[in-house]
């Protein structure tokens, strides 16, 4: 899915100095090592391990850490990933399978950071009297094909032996795809929460697969233009400090925060609350375990080259990506402890 064209953000920074004027540049001549003052824009889609960015913007996070950020909430997670490939926006929350479809495509990023592990939130969802992944031969699905619910859903079909070609695939995206479960146009769906719940509203529904079932697949993260680390590392480095921070922050504040969450998720507070098995939020440590070179479903090269193989052998990726400068983890090993 392409997106709509968006104004870049470096034409917004040039229109805002200049009208700031010179004097306002002095002493700035070193912003990467310093910390640019530039706002920094963060995009974020439906997903509970990324709710947790609207409570650091809420409760003034991101300013106690110093850097200046416009976080942009897409409705659409694919235009969330276009613009951060395009360059219209400066970092993203997205998935690892979703991210090297982007490498791949030549796109120049850096995950700097590990919010959550999927553990149950990505579902396969079927109509009542469909119970296993083998019913789904020759019955309707709906997905958003090339993301990262198509990926479980052909994990899914893989384990019971059963290809994309035994299903007839319907292309939707993520919300409309659980909408047209739950008004009974499709006899199944894949989805990731909040639009689980949609679709579970459709009576007799029920999960015959989810990401628990495939430990390590379905890692989340920030993602950054390589550029941005580059020209500005002391605001990537903020940025991570913030999402420690805030993550403290809602362990204190439990109910307060699941209010803010549950309100930008569009579901009420018991249903979020739902979500916690479901999504396990990574702590610094876990983090720096991922970036950690591996042979195990926790290490990030590990899983991406799992990943890798299963895109391009299905036709999601054209060409195996290559994984330099993927994984930098020097935010996250310099974030306090």
Known sequence: MISRPRPRLLTVLLTLLTLAGVTALSGCSDSSASGSGSKITIGFSAWPGWFPWQVAQEQGLFTKNGVNVDLKYFDNYTDSINALSSGAIDANSQTLNDTLSSVSGGAKLSIVLV?????????VIARDGITSIADLKGKKVAVEQGLVDHYLLLLALQSAKLTEKDIQLVNLPTDAAAAAFKSGQVDAVAAFAPFTSTA???????A?????????AIPDHLVTSQKLVKDHPKDVQALVNTWFETLAWIKNNKDAAVKIMAKRGGVSEADYKTYDAGTTIFTRQQNID?????????????????????????GLAQQRPSLDGLFDDQFVKAAPQ
């Open 115 to 123: 919010n959550d592990n999927s553990t149950g939130n990505d579902k």
């Open 200 to 206: 579970l509203e459709r009576p007799g529904s029920r």
């Open 208 to 216: 015959i697969s989810t990401s628990a079932e495939f430990p390590g």
């Open 290 to 314: 991922a970036f950690t070179p591996g042979v195990t479903p926790e290490h990030l090269d590990f899983q991406a080259n799992k990943i890798i193989d299963f895109i391009v052998s299905t």
